[in-house]
């Protein structure tokens, strides 16, 4: 089956405990991307990768570093967690540009940092 | 800048109503332009999609028509059910880039 997969899909952690959120996606898609879902603020995206080991800023990166050292997986890293990172967070893997173009989303993972 | 908004929800409905959220959006060039939906404790699916003006995309019941002269793509469904209960996102992708700009979602709860 087809499929993003993350986790994991709920943590609460404390304020500095550096932490990974994994991704990881089984359809060999080239690119992959992380966003953050807030109420009143839709879907924002975090950090984006076109391939391996190429990776770029999305709109909210601050405070987050990911990698991309295999096609399949896309781990977001968070060194020092801060309360205002408490969010909703989505990855999600695409084909690329195209009319075919879709993006498949993981399930969530809801993050609280106190 | 591109962006997207829609219209404040909730949107609560009875059973077999009719349904319109509206979505419009600002963009440079010729954006494609997507619907889709957040069931509880889910991660988003792909709804339906118009790659051009005038081009109508359709699913589950579900249809929207990408106008561009007023640069909307209103999603609508001539009757609603309790499964359609959801959140749904209007989101754009602009020229060759891979990102999704969404709107903020609305949320729809349709009652028996």
């Known amino acids: 089956e087809a499929q993003v997969t993350q986790n994991p899909r709920y943590l609460i952690t404390v304020t500095g405990k550096k932490l990974t959120v994994t991704c990881s996606q089984n359809?060999?898609?080239?690119?992959m991307s992380w966003y953050r879902q807030d109420p009143g603020l839709g879907l924002r995206q975090i950090y984006y990768?076109?391939?391996?080991?190429?990776?770029d800023k999305g709109d909210v990166p601050e405070g987050y570093k990911v990698s991309r050292k295999e096609k399949r997986n896309f781990p977001l890293i968070l060194e020092s967690p801060s309360p205002n990172q408490t969010s909703l967070y989505f990855c999600?893997?695409?084909?690329?540009?195209?009319?075919?173009?879709?993006?498949?989303f993981g399930p969530g993972t809801r993050l609280t940092v106190t | 800048g591109n962006s997207v908004t829609q219209m404040e929800g909730p949107v609560t409905l009875s059973e077999e109503a009719f349904l319109t959220i509206n979505c419009t959006y600002t963009?440079?060039?010729?954006?494609?332009l997507f619907w889709y939906v957040q069931y509880p404790g889910e991660g988003l699916q792909l709804l339906l999609k118009?790659?051009?003006?005038?081009d109508k995309g359709s699913n589950k019941g579900f249809e929207a028509t990408y106008r561009k002269e007023t640069t909307s793509f209103h999603l609508e469904k001539g009757s609603v059910q309790v499964s359609d209960s959801a959140v749904y996102f209007c989101?754009?992708?602009?020229?060759?880039?891979?990102?999704?700009?969404f709107g903020a979602g609305t949320r729809l709860a349709v009652h028996p």
């Open positions: 999600a893997s695409g084909t690329s540009g195209g009319l075919n173009y879709e993006q498949y």
């Open positions: 359809m060999n898609h080239e690119y």
């Open positions: 990768s076109m391939n391996v080991e190429v990776t």
């Open positions: 963009a440079t060039g010729y954006p494609s």
């Open positions: 118009a790659t051009k003006a005038d």
């Open positions: 989101a754009l992708k602009t020229g060759g880039y891979n990102k999704l700009i």
